[in-house]
């Protein structure tokens, strides 16, 4: 996890660039770098460092001796970077996993780099010796990127929006600040005054080109069989796999622990293959909540099954109220069930900064889109509705639980990483039938439990534990997280205010006093920027509920 920050034909001055790119500072707290472009006009990066990989040579931007000409931003993993620099032969100066990225964009041009990327990133490589710059963005976001262009070709680019901001008041014409969309990179001229042009706007997908013949793992050539042994076969062979791949560190590594079935795989995975790889430490896991809440019993059934050193993070109501407002401001959202859930995760990672050493943090995120885990999904009219919402899931991810878990965790200098959503394990569990990704016997996510049955990995209770939502099993079953919230916040709002919402707001108006109160947060912080939400994280099917 790192913060990357740059701006093209910028007319204010280095020292207030520089000012406004520190308010990503909690993203990389280990170095930081603010560094003009040599014989360029107006052109800068900011990079404030997590050193995770490489912890010498892993500044940047990231120049190396035989491309003096590029210069790389970037914040993310490249997975198969090593592979990909064995198989190509590629001369590296250094350990870090982004070098890659210069040899691949010299040898192939940006299309072709951007395809052979199995990992998360989002970029901003310049190419002085053409003139040209590209963003990238992986396939579901899981990294995230900003971008702020203007009619006259200023660029501004930030991990998180609200290292645009200041940049937006210092303009007299109207600009917007958007998010860089999933899965594209765009290309721009770069102008002699430092100002761009955008070219074009591609779609790509992370690891569909492969070199031939290249061995990446034991599972790059899965056998087509859609037998259903032959598939659990696979899921399971590619999962591991998904999370052995992101032992990539050279930080203590731990995982988030709720106590349900994804967290619970992703932790029980991580322990066995950390022993198996003979890591020099144990596997932290963590959990979170009131004491003796549905979360916080499951994940100790579960930290004890597995062996891990398990650690409990109890809070109160008032602890978790008093924390909302940090939320909406790191998350840069209004999102209701994103606020809720995220409370949680912005407290557990807190106590991992200052109680731990544990700076690889894995996480269940995406397994409920990928596999049709929310209840609704039991209510689908046909697999192949249910197939196409599923898919509709993952690419809103960015909005919603991917940024939640980026957020919550960077504000605190720490760096989450998704198995769930490793390109390979998504692109085969979605090749598969609609019929065997349904919900079965009353129970969602049948085909991913299915999967993991008899292996002893996780409880039998937790493998078929229901699904909880992340925010509701927080505090004890007699009052949710969420009804305490809604209870305190009531008072917030009166009854006028909610009758005059849709006006004040006429962009995602809000339904209730909570959210109108999380809404005046929101405002308070990103005033006018309510467009960053598009829509609000909703179910489908339910109440009359289908769009």
């Given amino acids: 996890m790192c913060g990357i920050w740059a701006s093209f034909g910028c007319d204010e001055c280095l020292s207030v660039q520089c000012i406004i790119a520190m308010k990503i500072a909690h993203r990389g707290p280990d170095a930081f770098r603010f560094e003009s472009v040599d014989g360029l006009t107006n052109c800068c990066f900011g990079f404030h ?4 990989v490489d912890q010498l040579f892993g500044m940047q931007p990231l120049r190396i001796k035989k491309f003096p000409f590029l210069w790389l931003c970037y914040n993310g993993e490249i997975y198969n970077h090593l592979l990909l620099r064995k198989h190509f032969d590629f001369d590296h100066q250094t350990q870090v996993d982004g070098e890659i990225l210069l040899h691949l964009y010299d040898r192939f041009g940006i299309q072709e780099m951007a395809s052979l990327l199995d990992g998360v990133f989002a970029f901003i ?3 002085t010796a053409n003139r040209k710059v590209f963003l990238g963005r ?3 976001g899981v990294r995230p990127l900003f971008k702020l262009l203007t009619d006259d070709g200023f660029l501004a680019v930030c991990s998180e929006a609200k290292g645009l901001t200041d940049l937006v008041h210092s303009k007299t014409q109207n600009v917007s600040i958007v998010t860089f969309p999933p899965g594209h990179f765009e290309v721009f001229d770069l102008k002699q005054n430092g100002k761009v042009q955008s070219i074009r706007m591609e779609q790509f997908h992370c690891c569909t080109k492969e070199p031939a013949h290249a061995k990446y793992d034991t599972v790059e050539r899965l056998p087509s069989s859609f037998d259903e042994e032959t598939v659990k076969s696979n899921i399971r062979t590619l999962f591991e796999n998904a999370v052995r791949k992101r032992l990539m560190a050279h930080r203590r590594i731990g995982c988030l622990l709720s106590g349900g079935l994804d967290s619970s795989l992703v932790a029980a995975t991580l322990v066995k293959l950390a022993k198996d790889e003979k890591l020099q430490y144990p596997i932290q896991t963590f959990s979170v909540g009131s004491e003796d809440s549905p979360d916080v019993i499951a994940a100790r059934k ?9 650690h409990e993070v109890n809070f109160t ?3 978790g109220i008093r924390a909302v407002e940090k939320v909406i401001f790191h998350l840069e959202t209004y999102d209701m069930s994103n606020i809720h859930a995220a409370v949680g995760m912005f407290l557990v990672s807190m106590y991992i900064k200052e109680k731990t050493d544990s700076v690889v943090i894995y996480s269940g995120e995406g397994s409920d889109e990928l596999t049709q885990g929310y209840s609704y999904f039991h209510m689908a009219p046909t697999p192949k509705v249910a197939a ?8 809103e991810l960015y909005l919603f639980d991917v940024l939640r878990a980026d957020r919550t965790t960077a504000a605190h200098g720490l760096e989450v990483r998704v198995p769930f959503l490793d390109h390979r394990f998504t692109a085969y569990y979605l090749s598969l039938s609609e019929e065997m990704r349904i919900p079965k016997g009353g129970v969602e996510k049948y085909l991913l439990r299915d999967s993991f049955r008899g292996l002893n990995l996780i409880p039998d209770e937790i493998l078929w534990r229901k699904k909880v939502p992340f925010g509701n099993g927080l505090m004890l079953p007699e009052k949710f997280w969420y009804n305490h919230l809604q209870e305190r916040l009531e008072s917030l709002a009166n009854d006028d205010q909610m009758e005059n919402a849709h006006k004040r ?12 109160y999380f809404r005046q947060m929101f405002e308070k912080h990103y ?7 598009p829509h609000f994280w909703m179910p489908r099917w339910i109440n009359g509920f289908d769009a």
Wanted: aromatic share 8%; with cysteine; net charge negative.
């Fill in 317 to 319: 109501v008032e602890e």
């Fill in 527 to 533: 005033p006018g920027r309510a467009e960053w939400l």
């Fill in 138 to 140: 992986d396939t579901y």
């Fill in 49 to 52: 460092r997590l050193a995770i």
């Fill in 125 to 127: 490589l310049l190419d």
């Fill in 388 to 395: 196409e919402d599923s898919v509709r899931l993952l690419k």
């Fill in 302 to 310: 579960v930290a004890a099954h597995i062996g891990s050193e398990h």
């Fill in 505 to 516: 707001f006429p962009h995602n108006p809000p339904c209730s006093k909570e959210a109108f």
